[in-house]
C-alpha cells in the first residue's frame, strides 16, 4: 500500500493544456482574405482576355504570359519568401506582401501596353510570395490541434473559391468597364488585411531560422522560367523546336544544378528529407496537377464561351459560377471523407472527380453539360484540397511549418503556371490561330475539346500519384480513443511532434 501511495504521489499531473487564442477565428478570417485576392488574382483575367487581345494587339502567347507573368514569379519567390517568413516575422511578411500588392495593382490599372501589364503582373508575384506561407504558418500556430482540420477546411475552401470566383467577378467588371476595372477588386481586400492584420495577427518566426540562399532561389527560379517559356513559345514553334527544345534543355540543366546546390548547402532551401516521404510527395504532387488542370480548364473555358458560343464577359463569368459553389459542397464533405478513407481515399478520389468533370466539358456543347461538368470539377476540388494540405503540414512541427508550406505552395503555383502555359498551348496549337484575330466557332470547339482532355490527363496523374503515395485510414482496432481524436493526420500525426517518421506512416 505505501509503495503504491509512493508511486502515486511521484506522478505528476499532466501540465495544463494552453487556452487557445480567442481571436483565432478573426485570424483565420483576416488569413483567409489574403489568401483569397491572391488566389483571386490568377484568374482574374481570364474573362477579360478577349478584350485585353483587341484593345493591346496581344495573340494567345502574349495573354499566356499575362496571366502566367504572376503565377511564375509567385512561384519562383515562394521558397525565398517562407525562409524570410521564417526569419523575420510572418505577419511582418504577410502585410508587406499585402502593401506591395497593392501598389502592383495600382500599377496594373494603369498599364498601357502588354509589357507594363507583365511587369505589374510580376511585381503583384512577388507580393503574393510574401503573403501566402504566412497564412498557413500563422494558422497552424494560432490553432489547437482539434480544430486545425477544420480551419485548414476553411483555408483550403479559399484558395480554391479564389481560382473560381476571379471569372465571375472579372466579367461582372468587364460588362459594364474597361478590362483594367478588375483590378479594383484587389483594392479593398488589401485595406483589411493591412488594417486588421496590424491588429489580429499573431507574431511567429522559426526559433532556429534558415538564412537567406540566393543562389538556390536564382537556380530555381531559372528552372521554372525554362519549363513554362517552352511550353508557352510551343503553341508558335512547336514542341520539337530548337527554342523550345533549349529552353526545357536550359530548365533541365538549372533544375539539375540547383539540385547539387541545396544538397550540399547547410541551410538549403528545400528540404530533401521531406521530399523522400511518400506522404509528401503524393499530397504536394496531388495539389500542384490539380491546380495545374484546374487553371488550364478555367484559362480554356472563359475563351471557349466568347468566343466559340458567342457569350459576353459577364454571361461567360456567370456560367463559371457555379464551380464555387460546388467547392463550398466538397470542402464541406471533405473532413468526413477524410476520416473515412484517410488521406488517400479523400485526395485520390477528389482529384478522379475533378478529373472526370473536366474530360465531360471535351464533349459538351451546350451549357447544361457544362454546368455538370464544372459541379463535378469543383466538388472534387474541394474534397481532395484540406486533406492533402493537412497532409502536408503533418509532416514537419509547427516551427518549420513555413518551408513546408513554402515548398507546398510552390508547387502548387507552379502547377497554376505550367496549367495555363501546357492547356493554353494546346488550344493555340489546334486552333491554329492567335485568337485576336478570330476564329470560327467550330474551330474553337474543335480546340477547346483537345485542351480540356489534356488538363483531365494531367489531373488524372495526380490521381495516380496519390493513390500510389498517400496513407489509407487509421485501423481503430488497437488505437482506441486515441484515434477518435484524429482527423486527417492518420498515421502521420507521430511526425507533427517530431518532423520526421518513417516510410511505414505513408505505407499504412
Not at 518549420?400 to 502548387?412: E, F, I, K, Y
Not at 501546357?422 to 493555340?428: C, H, K, M, S, W
Request: aromatic share 6%; glycine share 14%; charged share 10%.
Amino acid at each position: 500500500m505505501q509503495d503504491a501511495m509512493q508511486s502515486y504521489e511521484k506522478q505528476a499531473p499532466p501540465p495544463p493544456e494552453e487556452p487557445p487564442d480567442p481571436r483565432r477565428w478573426w485570424v483565420l478570417g483576416v488569413l483567409s482574405l489574403a489568401l483569397f485576392v491572391i488566389i483571386l488574382n490568377n484568374g482574374l483575367l481570364n474573362v477579360a482576355l478577349p478584350s485585353v487581345m483587341r484593345d493591346l494587339h496581344a495573340g494567345i502567347g502574349t495573354t499566356q504570359w499575362i496571366v502566367d507573368g504572376y503565377a511564375l514569379v509567385f512561384a519562383a519567390c515562394l521558397l525565398t519568401a517562407g525562409t524570410l517568413s521564417d526569419r523575420y516575422g510572418r505577419k511582418r511578411a504577410t502585410l508587406l506582401g499585402a502593401a506591395l500588392f497593392g501598389a502592383g495593382t495600382l500599377v496594373a490599372l494603369a498599364a498601357r501596353d502588354a509589357g507594363q501589364l507583365v511587369a505589374a503582373r510580376a511585381v503583384m508575384g512577388v507580393a503574393a510570395a510574401l503573403v501566402m506561407p504566412g497564412t498557413l504558418s500563422i494558422l497552424v500556430n494560432a490553432f489547437p490541434e482539434r480544430e486545425r482540420a477544420r480551419a485548414i477546411a476553411v483555408w483550403g475552401a479559399t484558395s480554391a473559391l479564389g481560382v473560381a470566383a476571379g471569372p465571375v467577378l472579372g466579367g461582372a467588371l468587364v460588362a459594364h468597364f474597361w478590362w483594367g476595372s478588375v483590378f479594383l477588386v484587389n483594392l479593398l481586400p488589401v485595406a483589411v488585411v493591412l488594417v486588421a492584420g496590424a491588429v489580429l495577427l499573431p507574431e511567429s518566426a522559426a526559433p532556429v531560422p534558415r538564412p537567406a540562399d540566393p543562389v538556390g532561389a536564382g537556380l530555381g527560379s531559372a528552372a521554372m522560367v525554362g519549363l513554362v517559356y517552352g511550353a508557352i513559345h510551343a503553341s508558335g514553334e512547336g514542341w520539337t523546336s530548337a527554342p523550345v527544345l533549349g529552353a526545357f534543355g536550359a530548365a533541365l540543366l538549372a533544375g539539375g544544378a540547383f539540385a547539387g546546390w541545396e544538397r550540399r548547402h547547410p541551410s538549403p532551401m528545400v528540404d530533401f528529407a521531406l521530399l523522400r516521404r511518400p506522404a509528401f510527395l503524393g499530397a504536394a504532387a496531388g495539389n500542384m496537377l490539380l491546380f495545374s488542370g484546374m487553371a488550364g480548364t478555367l484559362f480554356v473555358l472563359t475563351q471557349f464561351l466568347q468566343f466559340g458560343l458567342g457569350y459576353t464577359p459577364l454571361r461567360a463569368g456567370l456560367s463559371v459560377a457555379p464551380v464555387a459553389i460546388a467547392v463550398g459542397v466538397g470542402s464541406a464533405l471533405s473532413p468526413w471523407a477524410a476520416r473515412r478513407t484517410g488521406p488517400r481515399g479523400a485526395v485520390t478520389g477528389g482529384l478522379a472527380l475533378s478529373a472526370l468533370g473536366i474530360l465531360s466539358l471535351a464533349a459538351a456543347d451546350a451549357y447544361p453539360g457544362i454546368l455538370l461538368s464544372l459541379l463535378l470539377m469543383g466538388i472534387g476540388v474541394g474534397v481532395a484540397l484540406a486533406p492533402a494540405t493537412d497532409t502536408v503540414l503533418t509532416l514537419v512541427p509547427p516551427e518549420r511549418s513555413g518551408n513546408a508550406a513554402a515548398l507546398n505552395d510552390t508547387m502548387q503555383e507552379l502547377g497554376n503556371a505550367v496549367g495555363v502555359a501546357v492547356v493554353g498551348t494546346v488550344l493555340a496549337r489546334e486552333s491554329g490561330t492567335h485568337l485576336a484575330t478570330g476564329a470560327t466557332g467550330d474551330r474553337i470547339e474543335h480546340a477547346a475539346s483537345s485542351a480540356f482532355t489534356a488538363a483531365a490527363v494531367i489531373v488524372s496523374v495526380g490521381a495516380l500519384l496519390s493513390g500510389l503515395l498517400l496513407p489509407g485510414p487509421r485501423r481503430r482496432s488497437t488505437e482506441g480513443a486515441d484515434a477518435a481524436g484524429r482527423t486527417l493526420e492518420g498515421p502521420l500525426s507521430d511526425a507533427a511532434g517530431t518532423g520526421r517518421g518513417t516510410r511505414g506512416d505513408a505505407a499504412a
